[in-house]
């Protein structure tokens, strides 16, 4: 246990203390500055010399921010000779730019890939990216964690009657359909379009969703628009209650307002972004033992695949 290290950046210190205390290990000392002009300063308080180091730092908001924290971390420990650096970044900011979906547009997600591995990361630890494939932007270990873990005891412990799961999108259908096949389920699918950025329109439901409840599934909720409008469509059509499961509670501009006041009956995120407004409809579960344990199987050469494998 003595060879690794903890450390723990702004982003999350909630997790990062949780994480260190399921392992029963201290989070290693380091101080961490703003000039005034916003530059970040990082300084390491202990020796990590032929240490493998675990940093505990999502690049939620504010993104930028907290990624250059990360890669100033990182940086710090290379140059202080730590044997390896293990990157655990619950929440992988810019996955959604993945691809090029329209002319003279970056692909963000792999320029973040290329700066974290410039910087030294030796390996990236991370839960639902976005997009799978992002993983092949690395050209180091990438553990994408299933958030499902965390989801499944709990849809269980609701005992809906009539439960059926949904994908708020086409795009989402794998993930749902993992969900269903998990909780022995059947499924059904929202066909929206979308007109710009964070702005959604529902368009059909595809399958019966009459007297059931309905458990939405996707890997993030941002402005929380497609959610509440698929769940209004949803009960339109008949759904008896709606719920959705996201791993990651973005929840920007007027993302809390719009859960208040719209359809859906309950949100069900992880902590791999802090959540810091309150709402009765939101419930957070912790991401904290699962990534500890990960941190642990990594550190003794397990294997971390059969942490999700169907019992």
């Known amino acids: 246990?003595?060879?690794?290290?903890?450390?723990?950046?702004?982003?999350?210190?909630?997790?990062?203390?949780?994480?260190?205390?399921?392992?029963?290990?201290?989070?290693?000392?380091?101080?961490?500055?703003?000039?005034?002009?916003?530059?970040?300063?990082?300084?390491?308080?202990?020796?990590?010399?032929?240490?493998?180091?675990?940093?505990?730092?999502?690049?939620?908001?504010?993104?930028?921010?907290?990624?250059?924290?990360?890669?100033?971390?990182?940086?710090?420990?290379?140059?202080?000779?730590?044997?390896?650096i293990n990157a655990v970044v619950p929440y992988y900011g810019y996955a959604r730019q993945d691809r090029k979906a329209a002319p003279r547009v970056p692909i963000s997600a792999k320029l973040v890939a290329d700066m974290m591995e410039t910087a030294g990361v030796t390996r990236l630890i991370t839960v639902d990216l976005h997009a799978s494939q992002i993983q092949g932007f690395f050209n180091i270990?990438?553990?994408?964690?299933?958030?499902?873990?965390?989801?499944?005891?709990?849809?269980?412990?609701?005992?809906?009657?009539?439960?059926?799961?949904?994908?708020?999108?086409?795009g989402g259908v794998a993930r749902a359909r993992y969900f269903a096949s998990r909780l022995g389920m059947d499924m059904v699918i929202i066909d929206k379009r979308r007109e710009r950025a964070n702005v959604s329109e529902v368009m059909n439901i595809i399958g019966d969703v009459e007297g059931k409840d309905v458990i939405l599934i996707d890997d993030m909720i941002d402005t929380?628009?497609?959610?509440?409008?698929?769940?209004?469509?949803?009960?339109?059509?008949g759904a008896n209650s709606v719920m959705a499961c996201c791993t990651h509670p973005v929840l920007s501009g007027p993302a809390i307002e719009r859960i208040r006041e719209g359809a859906l009956d309950e949100l069900v995120v992880s902590?791999?972004?802090?959540?810091?407004?309150?709402?009765?409809?939101?419930?957070?579960?912790?991401?904290?033992?699962?990534?500890?344990?990960?941190?642990r199987r990594v550190q003794n050469n397990e294997s971390v695949n059969s942490l999700f494998e169907t019992k």
């Open 1 to 84: 246990m003595s060879h690794y290290m903890l450390f723990c950046g702004t982003a999350n210190p909630q997790l990062g203390e949780k994480i260190a205390e399921y392992l029963q290990m201290p989070l290693t000392r380091a101080t961490i500055n703003r000039f005034s002009d916003g530059e970040i300063n990082v300084q390491i308080s202990e020796s990590v010399r032929g240490k493998d180091v675990f940093i505990i730092q999502p690049t939620c908001a504010p993104a930028n921010a907290n990624l250059m924290e990360l890669l100033i971390m990182t940086d710090a420990l290379k140059r202080s000779s730590a044997r390896s």
């Open 141 to 170: 270990p990438v553990d994408n964690l299933y958030g499902a873990i965390l989801f499944i005891d709990y849809i269980k412990s609701k005992k809906f009657e009539n439960p059926v799961i949904a994908s708020p999108d086409i």
């Open 224 to 237: 929380a628009g497609t959610m509440v409008k698929g769940a209004a469509a949803l009960k339109e059509r």
């Open 271 to 295: 902590d791999t972004i802090p959540v810091a407004v309150e709402c009765k409809k939101i419930k957070a579960l912790s991401t904290a033992s699962m990534l500890a344990e990960v941190i």
